[in-house]
C-alpha cells in the first residue's frame, strides 16, 4: 500500500510529540480514507511537503516570500502523486530556492519529520472573481534539512524573495505559529 509508510511516519511522530495528537489524527484520517492523497485535486485536502532548511553552520534558515499567499513560509509544494514525501520536500526545496546539495538532519535522534501542520489555502480566483480553485487543505509533512556550504540561493518565479534569516529575524517577520513551532524546533540558535 503506497499510503502505508507515510502512517507508519505518524505513528512514530505521535510517539515524539504526543501534544500534537489533534494534527497527527487529521493528517492520518486523510491519509486513511483518501487513496489519492497525494494528488493535487484531493479534496477536502491532499499531502505536501516542506523543508526547514538550516545554513551549513546552523546560524540561519532559508525562507521564501511566497508569491500567491504573499508571506514568508518554508519552501515546500504538492505531492504530485509521490508518496515519498522526503523527496518531494528536497525537489521542491531545490526548484524554490537552488540549494542542490542537502542533507537530512535527525530530529529527536531519528530521521523522521520536523513538524506536522494542517492548515487552509485560500481559494484561487480570476480576474473576474471567478473561482479557478476552492479553498481547500494542505496536510504538510515537513523535515529537518542542512545545506552544504557555498551554495547560491536562485529566486523562483513562485517566489518574491528567497532569503537566509538569523533567529532574530525570523520572529520579526514571523506571522504565523506554524513557522515559530518550526524555529522552536530546529533553529536557528540565537
Not at 500500500?1 to 486523510?30: D, F, W
Not at 514568508?72 to 515519498?84: F, K, S, Y
Not at 542542490?100 to 484561487?124: G, K, Q, S, Y
Request: proline residues 6%; charged residues 30%.
Amino acid at each position: 500500500m503506497h499510503r502505508q509508510p507515510l502512517l507508519e511516519m505518524l505513528s512514530r511522530y505521535a510517539e515524539q510529540y504526543p501534544e500534537e495528537t489533534n494534527v497527527v489524527e487529521r493528517i492520518r484520517q486523510l491519509v486513511a480514507s483518501s487513496p489519492e492523497c497525494f494528488q493535487r485535486d484531493c479534496r477536502p485536502g491532499h499531502i505536501t511537503a516542506s523543508a526547514w532548511v538550516l545554513s551549513h553552520d546552523l546560524s540561519r534558515c532559508v525562507l521564501v516570500h511566497h508569491r500567491k499567499l504573499g508571506r514568508w513560509l518554508q519552501p515546500g509544494g504538492h505531492a504530485e502523486g509521490d508518496n515519498d514525501l522526503l523527496a518531494v520536500a528536497v525537489r521542491e526545496v531545490r526548484e524554490e530556492t537552488g540549494l542542490v546539495e542537502l542533507e537530512l538532519m535527525p530530529t529527536n535522534d531519528e530521521l523522521a519529520p520536523l513538524d506536522l501542520d494542517v492548515h487552509l489555502i485560500p481559494p484561487r480566483v480570476d480576474a473576474t472573481g471567478n473561482v479557478i480553485e476552492p479553498a481547500h487543505d494542505h496536510h504538510d509533512i515537513r523535515f529537518l534539512l542542512r545545506a552544504d556550504a557555498g551554495q547560491r540561493l536562485v529566486l523562483s518565479q513562485e517566489s518574491n524573495d528567497v532569503r537566509w534569516f538569523t533567529h532574530e529575524e525570523v520572529l520579526e517577520i514571523a506571522d504565523e505559529e506554524s513557522l515559530l513551532r518550526m524555529l522552536r524546533k530546529a533553529g536557528p540558535q540565537a
